[in-house]
């Protein structure tokens, strides 16, 4: 399950690192990736599509950090971007524009100017009048905006009611039975190229079906419209593939993928997919200290400096993530491989059951309930499984500045992104003046 994070002599390492080094190295709270997870990770997806033409478009929300769009650039991801800001950190990570598509419900003005200016793969549109508003900025600019509709095919993806999307009631693509007519209308906006088809049903799908009955209903309509002439070069299954947390057995990546690939059966189009939680979230852990043990008259807490502002999924879903002492409680050091240790030699460190809890004041803030762990003020956890969708949702709540970032391959490690420090947050804010 964390392949790329295991014990060795006891410790916990990610890769060949030690986190306790880290740790030290680096300070807590602090994000840790493995490289040699996140390549396998897509090439896994390269591999399972080899023999037919695709696009792996990295999610760029799941982790939009620099060093890892610019790993993904480099083994050759497309990119599935929201927003403006993301098209720049493509950009500037090395990503090419022509690579990039462009989902979202609330495209402004300014970021389809920029992205047309960047010359992106394609805009996948999701509503009528972002269609009719899409077509007025390229005609302004003398540009032919390439578009895809996303396809709202009303399946159940079985997840997360905050994460599942292609159902009727949520807010995300058009519906399946207005996408005949949108389609035709496109196809008569003379700005507008239509060149593809998009869905995305959810986040953490755990099962192939649900996005089999997508593909399947996505396949109906591409069939109806070509027969009034319209064509695609690709069609767009979005992303959604889930990992394991704690006991879910989602299907690999090359099984998701042949599933994909055997409802196609025979169709020639170019097929994208659009990853996000699968490529980074068992790639990176969230490494913590322990501030204080608290035994309270119903519970034991165990206090630790990283909270819901660093991760949010516990407090937002009532997520679950795994959470391991960086130190193994087997571990009886001798005192020549631990000099500096003056504690857990001698003695069995008492279990006990905690809920794992921040400083932020807020009682929605915690990181897992119930969690049975040996452990010391001072220790380190490990919040397994948080690559994906931890920083990228990280705030300034209660005016904690992020969590370092750092990346292993190997026996090296190297910061890619600074801690903040609370001048920055300082940054842009003025004193009101009468
Ligand atoms: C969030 C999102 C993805 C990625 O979802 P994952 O569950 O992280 O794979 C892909 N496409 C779109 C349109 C999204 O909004």
Redesign the pocket.
């Known amino acids: 399950m964390f392949d790329y994070f295991s014990y060795q002599n006891n410790q916990l390492c990610a890769e060949q690192v030690s986190l306790a080094d880290i740790a030290q190295r680096f300070g807590t709270p602090c994000y840790v990736y493995s490289h040699a997870a996140l390549t396998d990770g897509y090439r896994q997806f390269e591999a399972a599509f080899v023999g037919h033409e695709h696009l792996i478009?990295y999610?760029v929300?799941?982790n939009p950090n620099l060093a890892i769009l610019h790993l993904l650039a480099r083994l050759g991801a497309g990119f599935?971007i929201?927003s403006g800001g993301e098209l720049q950190r493509v950009l500037a990570a090395g990503g090419g524009a022509g690579k990039v598509v462009f989902?979202?419900v609330g495209k402004t003005v300014a970021e389809m100017r920029m992205a047309l200016d960047a010359g992106i793969l394609c805009f996948?549109v999701e509503s009528e009048a972002e269609l009719v508003r899409l077509n007025e900025v390229a005609g302004q600019m003398g540009k032919i905006a390439p578009v895809s509709l996303?396809v709202n095919p009303d399946v159940d993806a079985k997840t997360h009611p905050y994460?599942s999307?292609g159902l009727k009631q949520n807010k995300?693509g058009v519906a399946y039975t207005e996408a005949l007519t949108l389609y035709c209308r496109a196809g008569d906006l003379q700005h507008l190229r239509v060149t593809g088809m998009?869905c995305?049903i959810?986040?953490?799908?755990t099962e192939t079906s649900p996005f089999i009955a997508a593909a399947e209903k996505v396949l109906t309509l591409v069939d109806a419209l070509a027969n009034e002439g319209i064509r695609f070069e690709h069609l767009d299954l979005?992303?959604?593939?889930?990992i394991r947390y704690s006991d879910e057995t989602p299907p690999s990546i090359a099984d998701y993928v042949a599933a994909l690939l055997g409802a196609l059966q025979g169709r020639s189009e170019k097929i994208i997919v659009?990853?996000?939680?699968?490529?980074v979230?068992n790639a990176g852990v969230l490494l913590t200290r322990v501030e204080y043990l608290k035994h309270g008259e119903e519970k034991n807490f165990a206090i630790v400096d990283a909270a819901m502002n660093d991760l949010m999924r516990p407090a937002l879903y009532d997520a679950y993530h795994h959470i391991q002492p960086v130190q193994s409680k087997q571990d009886t050091p001798s005192p020549q491989s631990s000099p500096a240790s003056g504690r857990g030699g001698e003695r069995e460190r008492q279990s006990l059951i905690y809920e794992v809890v921040g400083p932020v004041c807020e009682t929605g803030d915690f990181l897992g309930h119930a969690r049975e762990l040996a452990i010391e003020q001072g220790d380190l956890l490990a919040v397994m499984s948080a690559g994906?969708?931890g920083m990228s949702m990280s705030s300034n709540y209660n005016t904690r500045p992020r969590a370092a970032e750092v990346m292993v391959s190997g026996t090296v490690a190297q910061l890619i992104r600074e801690r903040e420090t609370v001048q920055q947050l300082f940054v842009g804010e003025k004193t009101f003046l009468l």
């Open positions: 478009c999610a929300k799941a599935d929201v989902s979202g996948n996303r994460i999307t995300f998009d995305h959810g986040s953490q799908l979005g992303g959604g593939l889930g659009e990853p996000g939680r699968v490529l979230g994906a969708y």
